[in-house]
């Protein structure tokens, strides 16, 4: 029974490149939430989506990012043009139906040289 | 809106000794507090949670116990060991704020927590 898969749990790129995150919820849980985690600071919640629906993107910024959970497959979160502030842990998390029980994954730790 | 503060760190102690990580929160609403803990190079595990006023939540020889009146929900364990180094978050989920259901977290900045042999 594997816990919340995210990938790569690495990135390096430069700037003006995209950046792709991964992330495969746990088995049965519909629900998933991306996160970034600055440097000293907590984790900010960014965007959470059900399959084929962005819920709530408040946390997430306007531009350049965009995240996507389709009907088969992971969900993406997709930064587009990244800039050295892009740089970051994001972390993924889902939660089943009915239930407040996040379960995280590893986090890809995203550096924009 | 909503926020947690928790205490600063390093927090260094030694072997056996006893641990207080101080959290406290604003919600609109009655929220759910949680304790993540994240190891090194790791995500973030549930520790502990509490859904209503003086719930306690334990786990692994942790306590926090939901103070309404305080709006506190404070670490505690009696005796920490090497292997309980690592950064320690608090957070809460407010459902008043999205209307029930599954919705995000709220976090604390995080305490890391070093213990000395």
């Known amino acids: 029974n594997a816990g919340v898969m995210q990938n790569p749990r690495h990135l390096v790129r430069r700037r003006g490149q995209e950046a792709r995150l991964r992330c495969s919820p746990m088995?049965?849980?519909?629900?998933v939430y991306w996160y970034r985690q600055l440097p000293e600071e907590g984790l900010k919640f960014m965007v959470y989506l059900q399959k084929e629906n962005i819920i709530d993107e408040s946390g997430m910024p306007k531009e350049r990012f965009s995240a996507e959970f389709p009907k088969e497959g992971p969900s993406i979160l997709r930064i587009q043009q990244v800039v050295r502030g892009d740089s970051a842990a994001y972390f993924c998390a889902s939660s089943p139906e009915t239930d407040y029980g996040y379960t995280f994954g590893s986090g890809t730790r995203l550096t924009v040289v | 809106g909503n926020s947690v503060t928790q205490m600063e760190g390093p927090v260094t102690l030694s072997e056996e000794a006893f641990l207080t990580i101080n959290c406290t929160y604003t919600a609109t609403g009655y929220p759910s507090l949680f304790w993540y803990v994240q190891y090194p190079g790791e995500g973030l595990q549930l520790l502990l949670k509490?859904?209503?006023?003086?719930d306690k939540g334990s786990n692994k020889g942790f306590e926090a116990t939901y103070r309404k009146e305080t709006t506190s929900f404070h670490l505690e364990k009696g005796s920490v060991q090497v292997s309980d180094s690592a950064v320690y978050f608090c957070?809460?989920?407010?459902?008043?704020?999205?209307?029930?259901?599954?919705?995000?977290?709220?976090f604390g900045k995080g305490t890391h927590l070093i213990i000395q042999p």
């Open positions: 509490a859904t209503k006023a003086d």
């Open positions: 957070a809460l989920s407010d459902p008043i704020m999205t209307g029930g259901g599954a919705d995000g977290l709220t």
């Open positions: 088995k049965g849980h519909s629900h």
